[in-house]
């Protein structure tokens, strides 16, 4: 397996690490398959969106950070189960096709990381199969 | 990678791909493994559910329209913010188990392609691996 | 692929399936690659998240409880869409990376059979790839 690591400098914020996860598909050999690319913390996930306009990048968190409120009759005594629920809603982990040794993505598509407590540093593991 | 286009004909609609996929991975020759189903799109995702009843797909479009309103404090100028969120909570992709060249499914499950920003004509990618 | 049942005992409820998960995995003799967890229910799915402090859990699920309510203007007649949502919402599966011919999890990271429309006896599908 292949690791990343990043560091957030928000509370919630999308991280591109679409360069990190070329270089680690690279790295690996591969060049006709597909990847994971997994978030082993319980705080973030990855996932894969429009990254020309940072707007959007704004909107999505704004809409999330809505949908679940920061203050609410939650239990867990940590204080961050919104960020554990977006977690939920966004998945750990998002799949990739792999050809020529690299990600296939649509016109628009970049990877992101997203960090739903930090700021923190964090780690992302790549796991491509293929040939 | 296989490859095949559809056209949607509602601005959100769930479309019915299970035999698309099918066909897809017969034509890859992968007996036993795995097929990542890809959306290329950053307004569209993938998701697995019920087929069987039209107001099942009714419910979860309606409340998804509900979850994330169309008019909000959105800043993209494009406007199908809206868009973009149902896709980070769909998904851009689903995972299907491959037996005897075929996805398996459940009893009820069928493969959808969600359009969120239609209508438009989407193509959707799949890559099997295995043996 | 490997297959293994449980019983839910709740409306709603998350079990932890990380145990299971691991003995499927290591039955099929892979040592290196990565797994398809995998739900063929229509009302239920896969997550990863916090299994530490049980009330994370129990927030999440009535966090999820409330951006999906459980009366609607809903149409689907068997009276069960808002589990279909959050199926939607959720994802039909996880992906792990093997490692050891063990699956790869952060370390506060179980793997969760999430219920919808219990209780019931459900079936996990778990298809390993690699070599």
Redesign the interface.
Known sequence: ?EKFTISTSSRTQFIDITHEVSNAIGNTGITS??A?I?????TGGI????GA?P??K???L???N???PWE???????GN??A??K???????????I?NSRP??????RIFFCEYDGPRKRTV?V?A??R
Chains 1, 2, 3 share one sequence.
């Not at 996932?47 to 429009?50: A, F, G, H, L, Q």
């Not at 609410?72 to 940590?78: K, L, P, S, V």
């Not at 977690?87 to 096709?97: E, H, M």
């Open positions: 397996m398959g597909a994971t997994y978030c082993p913390h319980t996932t894969i969106n429009e306009d707007a959007v704004r909107d999505i704004h809409m999330l809505s949908i679940v609410a009759d939650y239990r867990h005594m940590e189960s919104p554990h629920i977690t939920l809603l966004t998945g750990s982990s998002a799949q990739v096709i050809e296939c993505l649509g016109t628009w598509q593991w796991q199969m293929g």
